[in-house]
């Protein structure tokens, strides 16, 4: 009845669902969560676009990946620039000259280096082995101590010297007075939402929601000659080398009266006091000019059954058993394993979209 089914409406799902659709394929997208989009997906409160799974900001320099993205969206220019408050105290980010002249008061590149490596040198740090040397390494340990290891712990539930150091690595450090946190060419946020660009994608598509693979594994699978499958890769195996770790996370939103909460989308709460890591404010996201305002708490989390898994923890320990699973899905002939879970990899969108179109291909 259907060339592919395919196992979650997420970014991947939907790429792929599309591509597929373009091709002639007849395709069966199912989610068990009770919308498309998977963490992408927003909702709309008092004419607001509320990013329900956090904050999400697409940026990219692949220009392929750019313009395909456009095809199914206007992008308007947002550039993500967070504010991080570290016991009420406001520090630019990423780290930059702005963060260095507000710590330190220097006013040269060449002064920042210096401050850095007086740091790095009495740390004694040579060769990072894990994210708190690769973090002093890079920024020195004021910085560290002040805006990377509280927020990072409380992230990853675990020292920052239990961590991989590329965690960090996501992050630029300049020694300009640049504070867009994401060095690529393009970025932006699609106007009016992520949802548009993914219902057009499955414009051609049967779409089933509230339906867990699992629940009927066998009929899905009758319905396809192949599958698409973007959920927990040790699931499908149901956990047969055992469970891969995840971190969830909770967010609690509020609409509030005030025209503007906190001046800025993301502010990062960096002190292992505060009990969430970042306040979303939805509306700097859009530029919106309304009354009211909605903010979102992020609040990190050990992952249980039942909770969403929104990061894998890629440490050596789930790399090795990740391993064995790979091994498994790369005997398959007839599923297709993609994504963030899919293939337990800490992806981002244009990362995604690139991957799905690739395996489309
Ligand atoms: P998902 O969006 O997770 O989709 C998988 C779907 O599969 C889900 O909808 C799920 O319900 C469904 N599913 C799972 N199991 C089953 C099953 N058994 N049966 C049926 N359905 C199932 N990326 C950026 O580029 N920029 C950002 O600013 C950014 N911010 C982020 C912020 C947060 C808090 C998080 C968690 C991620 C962020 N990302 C960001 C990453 C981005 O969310 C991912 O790259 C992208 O959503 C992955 O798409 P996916 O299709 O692989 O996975
Ligand atoms: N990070 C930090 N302080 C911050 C922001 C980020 O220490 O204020 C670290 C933290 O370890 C985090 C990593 O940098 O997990 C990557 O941050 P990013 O913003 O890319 O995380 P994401 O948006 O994917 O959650």
């Excluded at 710590?103 to 740390?123: C, D, F, K």
């Excluded at 909770?250 to 502010?267: C, D, H, K, M, R």
Aim: hydrophobic residues 35%; contains cysteine; proline residues 4%.
């Amino acid at each position: 009845m259907y060339d592919y089914l395919i196992v979650g409406a997420g970014l991947f799902g939907a790429v792929f669902a599309h591509e597929a659709s373009q091709k002639g394929k007849r395709c069966l997208v199912i989610d068990k969560r009770s919308h498309t989009g998977g963490n992408l997906h927003c909702d709309e409160v008092e004419g607001i676009v509320v990013h329900r799974y956090g904050a999400h900001i697409f940026h990219t320099n692949d220009r392929d990946i750019w313009e395909y993205m456009n095809r199914f969206a206007d992008f308007n220019r947002y550039t993500n620039a967070p504010i991080a408050n570290y016991k009420g105290e406001l520090f630019n980010l990423p780290f930059n000259m702005n963060t260095f002249y507000k710590l330190w008061g220097v006013t040269t590149p060449e002064a920042a280096r210096r401050v850095i490596e007086e740091q790095r040198a009495s740390a004694g740090v040579k060769e990072p082995r894990n994210l708190e040397e690769q973090a002093i390494s890079l920024v020195g340990t004021d910085v560290y101590e002040k805006l990377i290891k509280g927020y990072t712990e409380k992230q990853w539930g675990r020292p920052c010297a239990e961590l991989p150091a590329f965690i960090i690595k996501r992050l630029p450090v300049r020694f300009t007075f640049d504070n867009s946190y994401f060095s690529d060419r393009y970025q932006g946020i699609p106007i009016g939402g992520y949802n548009r660009i993914i219902d057009k994608m499955l414009e051609k598509c049967d779409v089933r929601l509230g339906a867990d693979y699992f629940d009927d594994e066998t009929g899905y699978r009758e319905a396809a000659a192949k599958v698409v499958y973007t959920g927990m890769i040790d699931a499908y195996y149901k956990y047969r080398f055992g469970r891969l770790e995840y971190r969830s996370l909770l967010f609690e939103t509020e609409l509030l009266s005030g025209p503007n909460f906190q001046g800025n989308a993301v502010v990062n709460y960096t002190s292992a006091d505060v009990p969430y890591t970042r306040i979303i404010e939805h509306k700097h996201f859009e530029f919106a000019d309304r009354d009211k305002t909605v903010i979102t708490r992020e609040y990190p989390k050990t992952f249980a059954p039942g909770d969403e898994p929104y990061y894998p923890v890629n440490d050596a320990k789930n790399a090795a058993l990740y391993e064995k699973y790979r091994e498994l899905a790369a005997g398959e002939k007839d599923v297709i394993f993609g994504g963030r879970l899919g293939t337990y990899r800490y992806l981002d969108m244009w990362q995604v979209a690139a991957e799905a179109l690739r395996c489309a291909n």
